[in-house]
C-alpha cells in the first residue's frame, strides 16, 4: 500500500517487473489480438496460437481476436462471464485504445483492465513474462492511497523481500515528485492489519509545498531512493 502526500493531477498505471513471479502457473490468461487483413476471427486466433509456440509461451490460456470480441462478446452477460474467467487480460498494443468501449467499465473497476503488449517484439517471451509476471499500481487523481500486489503468502521471505525492494524503487521513480512524495508504505494481506515499513518525514511535505505545484508543466523532480 502507497500513500503518497501530493495527489498527482492525472491517472496513470505504473507497471512492475518483479523478480519472483506472484501468478502461479494455474493463472488463467487471455489475449485479445488486431485483425489480421482477410482472415477470419479463428485464422487470426490460430495464426497467434502458432507464433506463441514458436517462441515457447505457453501460459496464455486463450487468445481472442478484435473480430471476435466484438463478435461473440456484445452481450453484458458475456463481457460478464469473460471477466469471471480469467486472472489477466493482455492486449496487442495496437488495439489497446480500442477496447474500452467493448469490454465495459466493470474491467477497469475490477482492476482487470487489459496491460498493452508489443506482439511485435524481438523477445516476445520476455515481453509477456514480464507482464505476467509483474504487476501493476493504478494511481488515481482522486485519492492519496493505491494498493499492488507484489507477492503472496507462500513465497519465501527473501523472495518477498526483493518484490518489496524493486517494487518500491519502481514506484518512487515513476510517481510524480518521485520518492518525496512517498508519505507510507505499508505490507497487508487480504485479512491482516497492514504493517508500515516505511515513513517519511514532514519535512518532505514542506519541500514538496515549496516546489513548482504537480499540475505544472516541469514541476517533477528526481530525487534518490
Same mark, same amino acid.
Given at each position: 500500500?502507497?500513500?503518497?502526500?501530493? %495527489?498527482?493531477?492525472?491517472?496513470?498505471?505504473?507497471? @512492475?517487473?518483479?523478480?519472483?513471479?506472484?501468478?502461479?502457473?494455474?493463472?488463467?490468461?487471455?489475449?485479445?489480438?488486431?485483425?489480421?487483413?482477410?482472415?477470419?476471427?479463428?485464422?487470426?486466433?490460430?495464426?497467434?496460437?502458432?507464433?506463441?509456440?514458436?517462441?515457447? @509461451?505457453?501460459?496464455?490460456?486463450? @487468445?481472442?481476436?478484435?473480430?471476435?470480441?466484438?463478435?461473440?462478446?456484445?452481450?453484458?452477460?458475456?463481457?460478464?462471464?469473460?471477466?469471471?474467467?480469467?486472472?489477466?487480460?493482455?492486449?496487442?498494443?495496437?488495439?489497446?485504445?480500442?477496447?474500452?468501449?467493448?469490454?465495459?467499465?466493470?474491467?477497469?473497476?475490477?482492476?482487470?483492465?487489459?496491460?498493452?503488449?508489443?506482439?511485435?517484439?524481438?523477445?516476445?517471451?520476455?515481453?509477456?513474462?514480464?507482464? %505476467?509476471?509483474?504487476?501493476?499500481?493504478?494511481?488515481?487523481?482522486?485519492?492519496?492511497?493505491?494498493?499492488?500486489?507484489?507477492?503472496?503468502?507462500?513465497?519465501?521471505?527473501?523472495?518477498?523481500?526483493?518484490?518489496?525492494?524493486?517494487?518500491?524503487?519502481? %514506484?518512487?521513480?515513476?510517481?510524480?515528485?518521485?520518492?518525496?512524495? %512517498?508519505?507510507?508504505?505499508?505490507?497487508?494481506?487480504?485479512?491482516?492489519?497492514?504493517?508500515?515499513?516505511?515513513?517519511?518525514? @514532514?519535512?518532505?511535505?514542506?519541500?514538496?509545498?515549496?516546489?513548482?505545484?504537480?499540475?505544472?508543466?516541469?514541476?517533477?523532480?528526481?530525487?534518490?531512493?
Amino acid at each position: 500500500m502507497v500513500t503518497v502526500w501530493k %495527489i498527482p493531477p492525472q491517472e496513470q498505471v505504473i507497471k @512492475i517487473p518483479l523478480p519472483h513471479g506472484i501468478r502461479p502457473e494455474t493463472s488463467e490468461v487471455c489475449l485479445f489480438t488486431k485483425d489480421e487483413p482477410e482472415l477470419s476471427g479463428e485464422q487470426t486466433e490460430n495464426l497467434y496460437k502458432k507464433l506463441l509456440i514458436q517462441n515457447g @509461451i505457453t501460459s496464455i490460456s486463450q @487468445i481472442i481476436s478484435y473480430k471476435t470480441l466484438k463478435k461473440e462478446y456484445k452481450p453484458f452477460e458475456a463481457k460478464r462471464r469473460l471477466l469471471n474467467r480469467f486472472d489477466l487480460f493482455l492486449a496487442d498494443d495496437r488495439i489497446r485504445r480500442l477496447l474500452p468501449s467493448h469490454i465495459g467499465k466493470h474491467f477497469y473497476q475490477s482492476k482487470k483492465a487489459p496491460l498493452s503488449v508489443n506482439l511485435k517484439a524481438k523477445n516476445l517471451a520476455k515481453e509477456l513474462n514480464k507482464h %505476467i509476471q509483474g504487476t501493476i499500481l493504478p494511481v488515481t487523481n482522486k485519492g492519496c492511497c493505491y494498493t499492488a500486489r507484489v507477492g503472496h503468502t507462500g513465497m519465501k521471505a527473501d523472495e518477498l523481500l526483493e518484490n518489496v525492494s524493486v517494487a518500491a524503487e519502481v %514506484i518512487s521513480n515513476k510517481l510524480p515528485k518521485n520518492w518525496k512524495n %512517498i508519505k507510507v508504505l505499508h505490507l497487508k494481506t487480504l485479512k491482516s492489519v497492514a504493517l508500515p515499513i516505511f515513513n517519511s518525514y @514532514i519535512c518532505n511535505l514542506d519541500e514538496l509545498d515549496k516546489q513548482p505545484s504537480l499540475h505544472q508543466k516541469g514541476g517533477q523532480v528526481k530525487t534518490s531512493y
